[in-house]
């Protein structure tokens, strides 16, 4: 069974930072794609950050130059980190994985976990 199991989320300023990590059981690890999207009140969920079992990276034009992805091998966990914080980050994020090349369609998706809430204040 695979699961997805979110962390690291919090509040903080603009202008600040957060590390939130997924950490997969099963063989989700091992998957070929896994990501982070997000969902603020009122919006659709998007494609924030998505890494493929080569370490190439692809993100959302929104948070080029201030979010990275990153596996721990050792851990068997992802993270986002997430530096410069914008107001309007303010989201739920999810982890998410499939074992296929990367891709920002949602709906590709087969494993989700249950989200990390992020909130950032002016």
């Known amino acids: 069974q695979v699961q997805l199991v979110e962390s690291g989320g919090g509040s903080v300023q603009a202008g600040g930072f957060l590390r939130p990590s997924c950490a997969p059981s099963?063989?989700?690890?091992?998957?070929?794609?896994m990501g982070w999207f997000r969902q603020a009140p009122g919006g659709e969920r998007e494609g924030v950050a998505f890494?493929?079992?080569?370490?190439?990276?692809d993100y959302a034009d929104s948070v080029k130059g201030r979010f990275t992805i990153s596996k721990d091998n050792a851990k068997n966990t992802l993270y986002l980190q997430m530096n410069s914080l914008k107001v309007e980050d303010t989201a739920m994020y999810y982890c998410?994985?499939?074992?296929?090349?990367?891709?920002?369609?949602?709906?590709?998706?087969?494993?989700w976990g249950q989200g990390t809430q992020v909130a950032v204040s002016s």
């Open positions: 998410a994985a499939r074992d296929s090349y990367c891709t920002r369609a949602q709906s590709a998706y087969k494993y």
């Open positions: 099963g063989y989700a690890y091992s998957m070929y794609c």
């Open positions: 890494l493929d079992t080569y370490g190439r990276a």
